[in-house]
């Protein structure tokens, strides 16, 4: 089966650093994907890792450990515009389709 | 950049009535997925093309029909509409087969009544 775990909501201030775990247990693997989405909007992509370790992208990292099967995206220097949903998805190995998480939906604060 | 097309954005239609949702991928790419999304939920795979030959399938109900056109469009057909199908419909496409990261339409916003 598929499972992908990611807290429910974060609360942070602006200008701090806030990091969103995902934890996966998929049939198969073949990548991992981080999105951003405003209420209403489409997911917008963030970053991929497909092996292990950290990939940075401005403000935006995300780390990957294959074998604890354990990622995080970290976003830096956060903004007001900032707050959205993050969602987590893993690549399914077989024809390439998302599997998502639940979503993190992270609040910034003044 | 130009990016997934979707349309209509916003379609309302009766119980038991039909749909046509319309997506018009990245150009150059030849893959196509389509997701759902109900209100506060993650988006559920439901079905995917590639280079106009059904990919793979989820949680795609047996009146729901989709298909990739010789252009790559790819239109998903909505027949005997329920109202547990009120939801966001999202388009995505990728190139080469999926291997690359997926690019989101802005979505097609069902209700059904």
């Known amino acids: 089966g598929q499972n992908i775990d990611q807290p429910t909501e974060m609360t942070a201030t602006e200008g701090a650093i806030v990091q969103i775990n995902c934890t996966y247990q998929t049939s198969g693997f073949n990548g991992l994907f981080w999105y951003q989405q405003h209420a209403g909007e489409a997911p917008t992509f963030l970053s991929y890792n497909v092996l292990d370790g950290l990939e940075e992208k401005g403000r935006f990292s995300s780390f990957l450990s294959r074998s604890k099967g354990y990622s995080y995206l970290l976003l830096k220097e956060l903004q007001m515009k900032d707050s959205a949903s993050y969602l987590c998805a893993v690549r399914d190995g077989g024809f390439q389709k998302l599997v998502f998480g639940t979503g993190t939906r992270l609040l910034v604060s003044p | 950049a130009a990016g997934v097309i979707q349309s209509p954005r916003h379609l309302i239609k009766e119980k038991r009535e039909t749909a046509t949702l319309k997506c018009y991928p990245i150009p150059r790419h030849d893959t196509v997925y389509w997701y759902q999304q109900g209100p506060g939920q993650d988006p559920q795979f439901l079905i995917s093309f590639y280079e106009k030959m059904q990919s793979d399938k989820g949680s795609i109900p047996d009146r729901f029909s989709a298909q990739q056109f010789s252009d790559y469009h790819s239109e998903l057909n909505m027949s005997s509409l329920e109202l547990g199908d009120s939801a966001l419909y999202f388009c995505?496409?990728?190139?080469?087969?999926?291997?690359?990261?997926?690019?989101f339409g802005p979505g097609t916003r069902l209700t059904v009544l």
């Open positions: 995505a496409s990728s190139l080469d087969g999926g291997y690359y990261e997926q690019y």
